[in-house]
């Protein structure tokens, strides 16, 4: 039962250029979304993250948009630069209780690239 | 602010051998958490510890054990090793996991490898 799911494997961007990254969820349970950065071999690095009662934030380069009625969040990072090129995770929690109460759960990731 | 330590970096065990892992978190934060990833399964919830207890459990066999002491340091622990239990786990710290502000910090991860 996957409950965060990333369905692009890839994505391909050019430097300058606008990446969006997509994440779609099932659990209504789920309040509080975050996104990650990650290297292999090494722990996720935290990017930004966004709570179920807000559908926008913004942190520099990086925006990340929550649509409730759709469970889909998204992250657009503008403008996309080289060392921008990562596998991003995205996370959902629920900080109201439940089984899912104070856990992560990962979507599968994206792994993104982008090119000089 | 020193990060989330995680040691060791690297493990080599053999099948049935067990082995401890350790965490410890950004100075000030109450909450470890513990995540496995492997390359089929993504990074999965292991559990997690709040002022010395356990707050939630991940599915995952009762050979995977922790605890968090009165510093917040925390310890995961793997008996009965098998070839599957290979994996990053990876230790996340929270100031506590029931605030607002539950961005979760990670370490660099503990490589095992189990031969």
């Known amino acids: 039962d996957q409950q965060v799911k990333q369905n692009s494997p890839s994505l391909s961007v050019q430097e300058g250029r606008i990446s969006i990254l997509n994440c779609d969820y099932t659990n209504s349970m789920f309040d509080y979304f975050l996104w990650y950065k990650k290297y292999p071999a090494e722990g996720p690095t935290f990017l930004i993250s966004i709570s179920s009662i807000k559908d926008k934030n913004e942190d520099g380069r990086f925006t990340v948009f929550l649509n409730k009625s759709a469970k889909h969040l998204s992250l657009h990072i503008v403008p996309s630069q080289p060392g921008d090129s990562a596998v991003y995770f995205c996370a959902a929690s629920a900080l109201a209780g439940g089984t899912s109460y104070g856990k992560l759960t990962f979507g599968q990731g994206t792994i993104l690239t982008v090119h000089p | 602010k020193a990060g989330v330590t995680q040691t060791p970096r690297y493990l080599i065990k053999t099948r049935g051998q067990q082995v401890t892992l350790s965490c410890s978190p950004i100075?000030?934060?109450?909450?470890v958490s513990w995540y496995q990833q492997t390359p089929g399964q993504g990074l999965q919830f292991l559990f997690e510890?709040?002022?010395?207890?356990?707050?939630n459990k991940g599915n995952f066999p009762g050979r995977f054990s922790g605890r968090q002491f009165s510093n917040s340091r925390s310890e995961m622990n793997v008996s009965t090793l098998e070839l599957g239990d290979s994996a990053l786990y990876l230790c996340a710290s929270r100031i506590r996991p029931a605030s607002m502000n539950t961005e979760a910090f990670f370490g660099q991860g503990t490589r095992l490898t189990v031969v």
């Open positions: 100075s000030g934060h109450r909450s």
């Open positions: 510890y709040f002022s010395e207890t356990q707050r």
